[in-house]
């Protein structure tokens, strides 16, 4: 019987807190679905998440589900992704208990807001796009369509579009994360990124262009939130380096 080297023992034990570590997040996830599956259900779910097209649309209309098992699959796949979001604190919370042993204590102080806001801007942005730009974009484009068009939504490409922008507005949420980081790290300082403002906003209209769909609503409604977002990076950014500064960094 061959004895480990310290170093192999060592990745061993890493390779196993991680396995405990994604168990315990898939876990946390199964559990938020089968809740989900229980109450409200995976259709009252899907039929939450069609609402502000319905609205849009004219009294008594309904989407179409051109798949034969689309009825069925489409659900239950907008209840594991909900599951997936409302989750994501707990992921985040597995992930910051394996890397928080290695960690000093000023970068602990730089971790743990991190993933807590990140989170946190990541649901604001989920729930920005439903509440305020699905209503707006719906009825922008059907008032749009000619009278001698039919709007009859397809329920599997109508979640592919939710989910899409829904994706693209938690992660575009996540900017002033982003200022901050790159602040803290020392890439870029505040006044460069105020030097760069105007460089900013042309970037963000140009992504918002990218990643939804080809009317000024949309792109308005994840352009501005993003310039104002990284205000918010610029003002948080000095507060936090100073608070997560090291010893040696002080004196």
């Not at 599951?83 to 208990?97: E, F, G, S």
């Not at 290695?102 to 102080?109: D, F, P, S, V």
């Not at 602040?183 to 918002?208: D, E």
């Amino acid at each position: 019987m061959t004895n480990k080297a310290p170093g192999e023992e060592t990745f061993i034990s890493h390779l196993i807190e991680l396995r405990d570590r994604l168990v315990k997040a898939s876990i946390g996830i199964a559990l938020v679905c089968a809740g989900l599956m229980a109450w409200p259900g995976p259709s009252q779910i899907y039929d939450f998440i069609a609402r502000p097209m319905l609205a849009a649309l004219p009294v008594g209309s309904k989407m179409i589900a051109t798949g034969v098992i689309s009825p069925f699959l489409v659900p239950m796949k907008v209840t594991l992704v909900l599951a997936l979001i409302l989750a994501l604190p707990w992921v985040l919370y597995q992930l910051w208990a394996f890397i928080a042993p290695g960690l000093y204590a000023h970068e602990k102080r730089l971790v743990a807001p991190l993933v807590i806001s990140s989170s946190l801007l990541f649901m604001t942005g989920v729930a920005f796009c439903y509440f305020f730009v699905f209503g707006r974009v719906f009825r922008f484009i059907n008032n749009f369509s000619p009278s001698s068009i039919s709007v009859m939504p397809d329920i599997e490409n109508y979640l592919d579009f939710v989910m899409s922008m829904c994706l693209a507005f938690g992660a575009t949420f996540e900017v002033p994360v982003v200022v901050v980081i790159l602040v803290r790290m020392g890439f870029v300082g505040v006044t460069k990124l105020k030097q760069m403002r105007p460089y900013v906003i042309v970037g963000a209209f140009v992504v918002a262009a990218i990643v939804t769909p080809p009317d000024i609503v949309s792109q308005f409604s994840l352009a501005l939130p993003m310039c104002l977002l990284f205000e918010l990076g610029l003002l948080v950014a000095p507060a936090f380096v100073r608070a997560t500064r090291a010893p040696e960094e002080t004196s």
